[in-house]
């Protein structure tokens, strides 16, 4: 056990300030323009954010206002100026998009341009280095570098007030499922932990208040900063998954067609629950801690309390009525996925196809089928 006190931890370099409160957008982004150094920014958001809210029209005024608007994605012209920084607003494909985008430039000009995220979703995409794409034959790839993370990060409440509830939640569900997976990823420091289980708490206490209070920006305010705590910046050795939950869901995600935040409600469940079975002592001692997190007494055994933080997650979405309510589905078969299919998903979920850690994969993916 003393072993695991072993270790490193390191901020990405990229990364300069967060700022975070309802209304901080009109003061933190002239800052962080400063401290950036950008002159002409581009914003990178996706059409839904940018037709039908006034999130980006803000953003923009912002920027116009210090005379540092380079232009919106939709709206780059033959003659556009030049840009010498990002800002991706919106959830997880703008902040993925401009990443891949700051990080080809630097191929090609030699540079990495700065990149300011403003999330409207708790995706939580913005603190990571890495980002998945989809190249022009249709395979889904991803790339990582230290470098592509933000630069900067707002977390203003109130521009997520426009953001569709269905989306809002299931990535809430998706911040619970980065920071219960990384609770046993490797290489995650201990204090890193400790946010993870502040994170839990607070997500499990204010998703059900947000979905009863939805104009509530203090609410709003407190989920943004549990997505925060649910993947903190963290440089890695190497990028990759956080777990078995992730990885399912990025295979899920890509091949099928189903949102990240979405995947996370079919597999975090079940994922936890085979890891009462299969983690190390270690890890599972990890994840029944949880229960103290959320006042919930212990059932006398690590395994027991791990069983039941599996089904206390099962249970949550089903008390919230995200399911029903937001039309989520909770199988795989209602998302048009092959059951023929489910052996080529189970090896990515744990890397090879041998062994019995493979039959219970298959076997956790037949249980979610229908």
Avoid at 10 to 33: S, V, W
Avoid at 39 to 45: F, P, S, Y
Avoid at 290 to 302: C, D, H, K, Q
Wanted: proline fraction near 5%; glycine fraction near 8%.
């Amino acid at each position: 056990m003393v072993e695991s006190l072993h270790g490193a931890y390191a901020y990405h370099e990229a990364l300069k300030a967060i700022y975070y409160g309802p209304g901080c957008l009109r003061t933190a982004l002239p800052q962080l323009l400063s401290v950036l150094g950008g002159r002409k920014a581009l914003i990178v958001t996706g059409r839904s954010l940018r037709e039908k809210t006034n999130v980006v029209s803000n953003v923009e005024g912002v920027l116009k206002d210090k005379g540092a608007f380079g232009g919106t994605f939709s709206q780059i012209g033959q003659h556009a100026p030049i840009q010498d920084i990002f800002i991706s607003v919106g959830g997880g494909s703008p902040v993925d998009a401009t990443k891949v985008m700051v990080n080809r430039l630097h191929e090609t000009r030699g540079k990495f341009l700065s990149h300011i995220a403003i999330p409207t979703t708790l995706s939580a995409a913005e603190y990571t280095c890495g980002a998945g794409y989809t190249d022009e034959q249709g395979n889904k790839t991803s790339i990582a570098n230290p470098m592509m993370a933000p630069s900067g990060i707002i977390l203003d409440a109130e521009l997520t007030l426009a953001t569709p509830e269905k989306l809002w939640l299931s990535t809430g569900l998706r911040a619970l499922d980065h920071a219960v997976e990384s609770l046993y990823r490797p290489g995650v420091a201990p204090p890193l932990k400790v946010l993870c289980y502040a994170a839990i708490s607070d997500l499990f206490t204010n998703l059900p208040l947000s979905q009863a209070e939805p104009n509530s920006l203090d609410v709003r305010q407190r989920l943004l900063i549990a997505a925060w705590m649910s993947l903190w910046p963290m440089r890695v050795e190497k990028y990759g998954s956080l777990g078995l939950s992730h990885s399912l869901g990025h295979k899920l995600g890509a091949t099928y067609g189903i949102p990240h935040g979405v995947t996370s409600c079919l597999t975090l469940a079940a994922v936890v629950a085979l890891k009462a079975e299969t983690a190390t002592e270690e890890d599972r001692a990890a994840l029944a801690h949880v229960l103290f997190y959320l006042r919930e007494p212990s059932t006398g055994t690590a395994v027991g309390d791990v069983v039941r933080l599996s089904s206390m997650i099962n249970e949550y979405a089903l008390y919230c009525g995200w399911l029903e309510k937001l039309g989520l589905r909770s199988n795989l078969v209602t998302y048009d996925v092959p059951r023929e299919d489910l052996p080529k998903i189970a090896p990515i979920g744990h890397r090879n196809a041998e062994g019995p850690l493979y039959s219970k994969v298959l076997e956790l993916l037949e249980k979610i089928y229908e």
